[in-house]
């Protein structure tokens, strides 16, 4: 299941592995065989011009223990939350942390099939699932949500929330999940008007850009 010239990236939780300096940390094979614990590895994808293979580790024990530090360099190895620590990434960092997080979520998640109820097995190096009774595939479930600044007309406030789950003078702007058979125009408005009472016009909702967002139920 590993490969030798391979690089790992590990999760923990809702945790990754950086160096100290907060780059993500990338593992080769022989370390990652020294660690004796269970864990589930998903084939990521292929960087360095398409040279290197690029695994996510999932460890699944209580007690993982890593190395305390990358030999060549001296830089110390600590697992850090993923979602507020993924941002400070470089961009291709923050891809493979998210694109990790977003398998190891689903894997966890998604021992049975939601047909026939029996387990389910990974397939594709981790990337979908099937059935073993009645083989039915499955893959990654997605979660469109959306984010939106509401601007005012004048073009010079915007519209901030504080959610009782922040810390207090914490303000951010409107988030949440499309639902079902929605749209996400529809999803702004009807978050804004949920979240603050105040009505805004669906017409008036302009894309801007896209991210990956692999925490589940937050
Ligand atoms: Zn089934």
Not at 159 to 180: D, Q
Not at 194 to 218: H, K, L, R
Request: charged share 20%; with cysteine.
């Amino acid at each position: 299941e590993l490969e030798p010239k391979a690089l790992y990236v590990l999760l923990n939780g809702n945790q990754v592995l950086v160096r100290s300096d907060l780059e993500l940390a990338y593992l080769d094979y022989a370390t990652v065989q020294s660690i004796k614990e269970e864990s589930r590895t998903t084939f990521l994808g292929m960087i360095h011009q398409h040279s290197t293979p690029v695994f996510g580790v999932d460890l699944l024990g209580e007690n993982a223990s890593v190395p305390a530090t990358d030999d060549g360099s001296g830089a110390l190895y600590s697992f850090v939350d993923t979602r507020t620590t993924a941002p400070l990434f470089s961009a291709l960092d923050n891809e493979i942390a998210l694109h990790a997080t977003a398998y190891a979520q689903w894997q966890r998640r998604s021992g049975f099939c939601t047909l026939c109820g029996a387990p389910t097995t990974l397939v594709e190096a981790g990337t979908s699932r099937r059935c073993t009774s009645c083989n039915t595939p499955s893959w990654p479930r997605q979660d469109p949500s959306m984010i939106a600044v509401i601007g005012s007309r004048c073009g010079n406030k915007v519209l901030l929330a504080r959610s009782p789950r922040h810390p207090p003078k914490m303000h951010t702007v409107l988030a949440g999940f499309v639902e079902a058979g929605e749209t996400f125009e529809a999803a702004v408005a009807r978050e804004t008007m949920e979240e603050t009472g105040v009505c805004i016009d669906e017409g008036s909702v302009t894309y801007v850009a896209s991210q990956p967002w692999p925490f589940p139920q937050s």
